[in-house]
């Protein structure tokens, strides 16, 4: 199994940024993929970043193309979540996402941690 837990959020200005983190814990499960989805209330929950395979490719939603920056460290299963000139259309409950592979067989599973809320003042 995999435990996932975010943090870094918080309250932050327009325009300042702010980096969240991502810790898969595992004992025997290959961490493949990362990804982070936000929630806004009232919203439907939103792609907003992904990083997976060997070279970490990387994948953006529209919406934070160019603001934000998705990366990872292998060694310690965490991912992070760099995000600049942030606006209150920002303003969600951060999600990440872990795609993980069990030490036998190759069907992947993903584990999802409790969020972490971020806020973005005019």
């Known amino acids: 199994q995999v435990s996932v837990v975010e943090s870094g959020g918080g309250q932050v200005q327009t325009g300042g940024s702010l980096r969240l983190s991502c810790t898969a814990s595992t004992d025997t499960y290959r961490i493949t993929s990362v990804a982070w989805v936000r929630q806004a209330p009232g919203k439907e929950r939103e792609f907003v970043a992904h990083?997976?395979?060997?070279?970490?490719?990387?994948f953006y939603g529209d919406s934070v193309q160019g603001r934000f920056t998705i990366s990872r460290d292998k060694r310690l299963n965490t991912a992070y979540l760099q995000m600049d000139n942030l606006t209150s259309e920002d303003t969600a409950t951060y999600f990440c996402?872990?795609?993980?592979?069990?030490?036998?067989?190759?069907?992947?599973?993903?584990?999802w941690g409790q969020g972490t809320q971020v806020t973005v003042s005019e």
């Open positions: 990083i997976s395979g060997d070279l970490d490719l990387t």
């Open positions: 996402k872990v795609g993980a592979a069990p030490p036998v067989g190759d069907i992947l599973k993903d584990y």
